[in-house]
């Protein structure tokens, strides 16, 4: 929770700063989105090309800012409802989060967004070793020397269903646990280290939730993310309440056409 805390600051900091201290696309193009689908594509960058089709603003500034949902307030209708295609090139291969950072930029050069931080009180996760004990294995991989047909260092995810990575650090853990989850998630475990994942479960499964016990409700069903994390990790997810650290929308424009 505390690195993803210092995390925002810094990235609110870029905020005051000018733009062009901070890495920008060489090349980038805004335009809305007039075909009328429903589908949309936010992939991660690849070989210095950032890609995203069909998308709003709102769903551009929570991958900028690698924000959960509850984390950005003020969009109104038009951030949500008009879609945008964005282009941009970047020199080289910059790292996906430069690439972020590059993309506030973007962001506030063509639809001049404007935001300012608060820490509010909403429901969290916090993340804690289950009481059979820990399931999953430490790694004794070394990235370096392994054929690349599971992600070594982070996560492949596939289908919103199954998770599977080599070498995985507890914070990349938590950052994925938060993104399926749609909550913040705090880590408890007092684990270190790095370790192999394998995790499947049910998405269509419903997550019942006691909020008023915090925990995985008696008639949860089978197969569910909560299920799965404690009976194949030896971890569990509880709901508390927690400062979060959130963006506030104060003002944005639509972009002109370029």
Same mark, same amino acid.
């Given at each position: 929770m505390l690195k993803l805390c210092l995390a925002l600051a810094l990235s609110l900091a870029g905020i005051s700063q000018q733009t062009a201290a901070r890495p920008a696309f060489e090349v980038a193009s805004v335009k809305?989105?007039?075909? =009328?689908?429903? +589908? $949309?594509?936010?992939p991660p960058p690849k070989s210095g090309r950032y890609t995203a089709t069909n998308v709003s603003l709102r769903s551009l500034i929570l991958y900028a800012y690698h924000l959960q949902d509850e984390q950005l307030i003020g969009t109104? =209708? *038009?951030m949500l409802s008009v879609p945008y295609d964005v282009e941009a090139k970047a020199e080289g291969s910059p790292a996906e989060p430069r690439v972020r950072l590059m993309l506030q930029v973007l962001?506030?050069?063509? &639809? /001049?967004?404007?935001?300012h931080p608060e820490q509010r009180q909403l429901s969290i996760y916090t993340l804690r070793v289950a009481k059979k004990g820990l399931q999953m294995q430490r790694s004794n991989v070394d990235c370096a020397t392994v054929a690349p047909?599971?992600?070594? +260092? +982070? &996560?492949?995810? &596939?289908?919103r269903r199954q998770l599977t990575g080599r070498n995985v650090p507890m914070d990349e853990l938590v950052d994925v646990l938060s993104m399926l989850s749609g909550r913040m998630v705090a880590d408890k475990t007092g684990l270190s280290g790095n $370790?192999? #994942? /394998?995790?499947? *479960?049910n998405p269509e499964q419903n997550l019942a939730f006691s909020a008023e016990a915090g925990v995985a409700a008696p008639d949860a069903p089978q197969g569910s993310l909560f299920t799965a994390l404690e009976e194949q990790l030896g971890l569990?997810?509880?709901s508390?309440? +927690?400062?979060?650290?959130?963006?506030? #929308?104060?003002?944005?424009? /639509?972009?002109?056409q370029n």
């Open positions: 809305p989105n007039d075909s =009328g689908l429903r +589908g $949309y594509s936010l109104n =209708g *038009w962001l506030e050069d063509r &639809f /001049k967004l404007k935001m047909t599971v992600p070594c +260092g +982070g &996560f492949q995810l &596939f289908q $370790y192999d #994942i /394998k995790l499947e *479960w569990r997810l509880q508390e309440k +927690g400062s979060v650290p959130v963006f506030v #929308i104060d003002t944005a424009e /639509k972009p002109a």
